[in-house]
């Protein structure tokens, strides 16, 4: 598919463009919604696992079912239902799977928090979880099109900005575990780089969009050689040397390679040049020495890695006891309930979520877990496959970036494949940045996503949707 | 765009394809041995479950002991009755960091186990669990009084040891430690104050010790001139043609090899026979006396009284004591110089406490170096004599005739010589050797300050060693380390009769 340029879109629209924009409210499509329906069965089923769940971890810790199940199911389904009803009315076309298994993810990790109980943290995500869902929405209601992301990309970066250097400010941010990652305001703490991750996905989905000819064919001459002219790099390598310098500040080695990722992926499925994969790969090297040698954090973290079990009582007893909560485990689980990680492992329901689940859970759990976000990842990936601009394309598959690798990294941190690093599991560790960020990730996929599908219903009917405005369909 | 697309979603199933690799790999593959590893709590959950068997000093004190949990989700937990006083040997069981010490060595005992079978009955219905108490040798009035000693000895610090052997049977008597700590906390129901309790007993002091490492046994100190016990036996065993040697009266004696001196502590001079020189311990006549035995005896007779040899207690964590190997002292390495450094204990040659102890025992029992062993017998709940521990030597160190010569010569440092000052009563017929070592610690110059004896010197009884490390510079073992030996072998020589 070949995408016109955006400044002269081809239109298909009869509406006129600024009588859209001023809609505040958009009008409810009628008619058949396959997907939603679809969507509906699956979130239906989702919650009735997650109730399930619930029932089976009190069976197990006190032989007796929990005092609200009814109210809880409720709950999950209510959520479930209000996101869904958002969906039948904003994105009726979207990607019906996406949303059932971030539910379900979700799910099972209440699930574990609320099993292991502790201080207060159940109430709290349940807090969050609404919330999510709510902030979901919105973004919904906000982001009418992916378009309007691109158009702000600029104001994105700079609040971006301001996100990730928020924890730096005196009195507003703190350390927890060594990272300096946490905004607090009473007793509430926030960890804006998760919402920062999102913005600059889409702060890079649009430029590298915008400028992938430039990064991609050569138009400089040195000698008598055609090369890639460098100049359209600066503005995005600033942006993301002060992202790598601030999260570095942070102490926060997980996101900074996250981003790193998203960055050198993205400029690479942008502009299909194999050098910049290699130029990331060696930055990455240099990056890794220096910040072995610069943060003691990344030193330790290497160590434990290498070798927990001789340091099983001190630096290496989380990632021990992890592993000794996997291979108790063992394939079926201890069964919900019956396990003892929530006392022992530290962080049993944030960094070592997994090693909970693999313990009650058993490889089965573990296996459902990692094949769920296996699952949206294709997902995401269908949606950028079907996106109608490279700017779309771009941010679902960055989005997608983000979703997989940060489930890899924690993954693969606690299976010691990979030095562990803070970065959260989505939708299932503790924490209300995580869940509302990852929430309104997936809301911003499933824009993507309706737009794609509303071009291929074009595309067969000819006939475009009201409200919709198409920049091209040439084939 | 949609082929790179395709090709990210390969890396991403690959990536993933390698988690669920290495999940099947710890929870199917390893999942068996990780489950019934030891060190995995979970078996402490099974174990906490259960009562657990105690463990009681020699006269019955109880050590340890497991009692109905009040809090927590074990059903028991266990208590030690003595706190700071005993955890050093006694160990710990904690849920979250596992066993130690006794607990961890007798832990099979300990535990809830099924009994062999004592009938045909019983073999065809196995009668329910139960557990063993171990008893120890550890007799409770000198292992308090080696508390108490140290607490207010002279020295500027109070980290130190004391080891107490029964000579014949290679029994400890007592065994103590500073800094320790109380194990209560360790066995709490609580996780975060075990957590923070050990967190706290991993911290060090000024000194570099922290109570979670028992200076008894596990740290090692130059012992000075102590070791001149070893020289002496060294050339009554093996170069007996040296037993009429005499070293001139120096203060400083010049060392071959090099431009260096080794002069007598205090800067008196000294010399004269062995017999005239060990008791006012002269250090450059034992110097002299060291190169002519040589690097190979010296080398032969420590390793005789087990120096470079992990000691066979029965608790985890003992370390072995050092002397240079014949390379570490041939002259391309430290050469002669060394050879009379180590003759007097001092640059490489380090020791535990135990070891030292272990030096005093082989000499009051007539050269034979036993076993050291704290489990004294182990019985059943029900009152059966599980098993009784064996007395066995472990080292031949040195000749009857040897010992005969050395212990008169340690009364005489009682009477006459460096240990003159402390005061030991005439009646409890001690014997002793004073150690002062040279040690520089964080750039400035302190002493090891060591004391070895046994009493009564005609039939000893107790053997016993004391070391107060990194002390000013001007102590010296009798001062500090003296007034402790006294209140132990007097203690000892006050015990009634039989026990």
């Known amino acids: ?136 929405v919105v973004t919904l209601l906000v982001v009418r099109r992916s378009r309007d992301l691109d158009r702000y990309r600029y104001i994105l970066l700079l609040l971006a900005a301001f996100l990730m250097l928020a924890p730096l400010i005196p009195h507003l941010g703190e350390d927890i575990n060594g990272a300096r990652l946490w905004v607090r305001a009473g007793s509430f703490s926030f960890q804006p780089v998760e919402i920062a991750k999102i913005l600059l996905c889409v702060f890079f989905a649009s430029y590298f969009a915008e400028n992938k000819e430039l990064l991609s064919i050569p138009t400089a001459r040195v000698g008598n050689r055609l090369v890639i002219d460098p100049r359209p790099l600066i503005p995005i390598l600033l942006a993301w040397g002060f992202a790598m310098l601030v999260i570095g500040a942070e102490n926060d080695i997980g996101f900074a390679l996250l981003i ?216 | 765009m949609g082929r790179r697309i395709r090709w990210l979603g390969i890396v991403l199933i690959v990536l993933f394809g390698v988690v669920l690799f290495q999940l099947g790999n710890i929870q199917f593959h390893k999942a068996g041995a990780l489950a019934s590893d030891p060190k995995n709590p979970r078996n402490a959950s099974l174990k906490f479950d259960n009562q657990r068997g105690q463990i009681l000093a020699s006269d019955g004190t109880v050590l340890a002991q497991s009692v109905p949990a009040t809090s927590g989700s074990y059903k028991y937990q266990r208590v030690y009755p003595q706190g700071s006083l005993y955890s050093q040997l006694v160990g710990y069981d904690s849920s979250i960091y596992g066993t130690n010490g006794i607990e961890d060595q007798y832990n099979d005992y300990l535990v809830a186990h099924t009994q062999p079978a004592q009938s045909l009955a019983q073999l065809l219905s196995p009668p329910p669990k139960t557990t063993d108490d171990v008893t120890l040798t550890i007799n409770p009035t000198l292992q308090k009084t080696a508390q108490e000693a140290l607490a207010s000895a002279s020295g500027v610090n109070k980290d130190g040891a004391i080891v107490a052997l029964d000579p014949q049977t290679g029994a400890v008597l007592a065994m103590y430690s500073n800094p320790t700590y109380d194990p209560n906390p360790l066995a709490s129901p609580s996780s975060t104050i075990q957590t923070e309790a050990r967190l706290a007993y991993l911290a060090k002091d000024a000194e570099g010790f922290s109570p979670s490492l028992p200076i008894a046994t596990a740290a090692i100190f130059p012992p000075g001139s102590t070791f001149k016990v070893i020289t002496t036996a060294s050339v009554y065993d093996l170069q007996p043609q040296l037993s009429n040697f005499s070293a001139p009266v120096l203060t400083c004696t010049p060392l071959p090899q090099s431009n260096q001196k080794l002069c007598n502590d205090g800067n008196t001079p000294c010399g004269g026979t062995i017999e005239q020189m060990l008791p006012p311990s002269c250090d450059p006549g034992y110097a002299l006396l060291g190169i002519q035995v040589g690097a190979q005896s010296l080398n032969q007779q420590a390793q005789s009284f087990g120096y470079n040899t992990v000691p066979p207690l029965d608790i985890p964590g003992v370390a072995a004591s050092h002397f240079p190997s014949v390379t570490d002292l041939d002259p391309a390495n430290q050469g002669l110089p060394g050879v009379a450094y180590s003759a007097i204990g001092q640059q490489d040659v380090a020791a535990s406490a135990l070891q030292n102890a272990l030096v005093a025992a082989g000499i009051a029992n007539h050269g034979t170096v036993m076993a050291p062993h704290l489990m004294a017998q182990i019985t059943s709940s029900a009152g059966n004599v599980v098993s009784t521990y064996k007395p066995n030597p472990w080292q031949v160190a040195a000749t009857p005739a040897t010992t005969a010569k050395i212990i008169p010569l340690m009364q005489q440092v009682v009477t006459n010589g460096t240990a003159s000052g402390v005061g030991f009563p005439a009646s409890l017929q001690a014997a002793v050797k004073t150690g002062t070592a040279q040690a520089p610690f964080n750039g400035a110059e302190t002493t090891d300050d060591w004391m070895i004896g046994l009493a009564p010197a005609s039939n000893p009884t107790i053997a016993v060693a004391v070391v107060v490390p990194y002390q000013s510079v001007s102590a010296t073992g009798a001062e500090v380390a003296g007034p402790i030996m006294k209140a132990m072998l007097e203690a000892a020589a006050a015990l009634p009769a039989g026990s």
């Open chain 1, 260 to 475: 790193f990722i998203l960055f050198i992926g993205l400029l690479w499925i942008a502009t299909g040049r194999f050098a910049y994969l290699v130029l990331g790969l060696a930055l990455f090297g240099v990056g890794a020495y220096l910040a072995a040698h610069l943060f003691t954090q990344f030193h330790e973290r290497v160590s434990i890695w290498l070798d927990p079990w001789t340091q099983a009582q001190t630096a290496g007893y989380q990632l021990v006891q992890g592993w000794y909560a996997l291979g108790s485990g063992g394939v079926g689980g201890v069964g919900l309930g019956h396990g003892i990680a929530g006392q022992i492992v530290p962080e049993a329901t944030s960094d070592m979520i997994f090693a909970s689940i693999g313990e009650e859970l058993g490889l089965l759990g573990t296996s459902v877990v990692a094949l769920g976000f296996l699952l949206l990842v294709g997902a995401g990936l269908n949606v950028a496959q079907k996106a109608r601009t490279d700017f779309a394309k771009l941010t679902a598959t960055g989005l997608t970036i983000i979703i997989g690798f940060q489930a890899f990294f924690i993954m693969a941190g606690v299976l010691r494949l990979l030095p562990l690093t803070g970065i959260t599991l989505p939708f299932m560790a503790y924490g209300g940045s995580s869940l509302v960020a990852n929430y309104v990730l997936i809301a911003i996929l499933l824009r993507i996503s309706d737009e794609g599908a509303a071009t291929e219903a074009e595309q067969v009917s000819g006939v475009a949707q009201p409200g919709d405005r198409v920049f091209t369909v040439a084939a």
């Open chain 1, 1 to 136: 598919m070949i995408l016109a340029h955006r400044s002269a879109p081809l239109r298909y629209d009869p509406v006129p463009q600024t009588h859209v924009r001023h809609r505040w409210l958009p009008a409810y499509e009628r008619g058949p919604k396959p997907r939603r329906r679809t969507e509906l069965g699956l979130l239906v089923f989702g919650s009735v696992i997650t109730a399930a769940l619930y029932a089976l971890a009190s069976l197990g810790a006190k032989s007796k079912l929990p005092d609200h199940l009814a109210p809880f199911l409720g709950v999950v389904l209510g959520l479930s239902l209000v996101a869904h009803l958002a969906n039948r009315w904003l994105v009726p076309r979207a990607n019906p799977v996406i949303l059932p298994i971030a539910a379900l993810l979700n799910g099972i990790g209440y699930v574990v928090i609320s099993r292991w109980n502790l201080q207060n943290e159940p109430k709290l995500q349940a807090g969050w979880a609404a919330l999510s869902v709510a902030l979901y």
